[in-house]
């Protein structure tokens, strides 16, 4: 039988030959997603189960489609799942099949009652030049983004792109890039920014609106705290090779081959606020780190210029602790960082002009 938008959640789970037991795996894994005691993984799930589908419009605008291409690798639970069962997935240009006329007249279809819906947001929006830079079906992404995600009950970007900017918005920004929050003031967003964003996140955000009628707990940049409250710095595998001074000096040497501390190599974890430690990607099979490689800063607000050049050294910045958070870090750490790298930013415009770098500017260290 066919599910419908009356169903709810625990009937279509039901038919669709889901234990019991399975689905409580899967409450308990959101509940640990999102920090909560053990003790409300029986909340979660008798709020999922008698949850109503929620409608979810997903736009793209100036994106790599890397987020939505994280949504089809999701297993736990599976793409199928989530479009089929969990979420209302009424509009997704990518995936779904409909084109042309007959896409359009969904979007309409799906966002016809305001406050009704949830939008997910995928890619920057551009805003120089009436935003001509992105459009679809011949209206601009900005036209769309104000009617679309200004009539939503909430706006979900899913990506660094969406959430501030992203790679569009590096220096110098020639289409005047923009994250939603800024091309749509005023509205209700949360941000799951990554390059791509982590589906795991996507899925807790969206538990935690069925599980208690509201958004998750935030912090300065809309980021919801569950999945971006502590430093990747302080959740690292490899964070006590960092305390005991044991770093890899260069790439395949005996320090590397071992797992100790990536930050001579330019690794952004102690600047950077992500779970990505904690969930992992690829069903958990590993993650940046884990894999050798130095995080990049991806998840933070104009990595591409102030976290860049991706292999220079972070400045040492006295006073990192476990107790640091994403508000609370911010004079100390942002000023460090956003000396040693924001030049990045600033040469990448300076030399658009044909003009040379004044000698006396900062740098990253290289060793």
Known sequence: MRPTKT??????LSRKGVSRRDFLKFCAAMTAVLALPARYTDR??????????????????????????????????????????ILSLDYHETVMAAAGHQAEEALQMATAEPGTYLTVVEG???????????????RTALDIAREVCGNALATITCGTCSAFGGIPAA????????????????????NLPGCPMNVVNLTATVVHYLTFGELPATDQFNRPLF????RIHDDCERRAHFDAGQFVEEWGDEGHRAGWCLYKMGCKGPATFHNCALVG?????????????????????????????????????P?????????????????AVGGAFAVHGVASAIRAKAQPLPKTQAHVEED
Request: aromatic content about 8%; hydrophobic content about 40%.
């Open 171 to 190: 220096a110098p920004n020639p289409t005047g890039a923009v994250g939603v929050q800024d091309a749509v003031p005023g509205i209700t967003v949360i």
């Open 44 to 85: 979660v799930a008798a709020a999922v189960a008698e949850a109503k589908k929620p409608v979810l419009v997903w736009l793209e605008f100036q994106d790599c489609a890397g987020n939505t291409e994280s949504l089809l690798r999701a297993s736990s639970p599976s793409v199928a799942e989530i479009v089929l069962d």
């Open 124 to 138: 920057s929006i551009p805003t120089k030049d009436g935003g001509i830079y992105c459009t679809v079906g011949g």
């Open 319 to 335: 006073g990192f602790g476990i107790e640091a958070t994403a508000d609370k870090i911010g004079l100390g750490i942002a000023a």
């Open 281 to 317: 990607w690829n069903d958990q099979t590993s993650w940046p780190i884990g894999a050798g490689h130095g995080c990049v800063g991806c998840s933070e607000p104009n990595f591409w210029d102030t976290m860049t050049p991706i292999y220079g050294r972070l400045p040492r910045v």
């Open 7 to 12: 169903d709810n959640l625990g009937t279509i």
């Open 227 to 230: 999945a971006y409250g502590s």
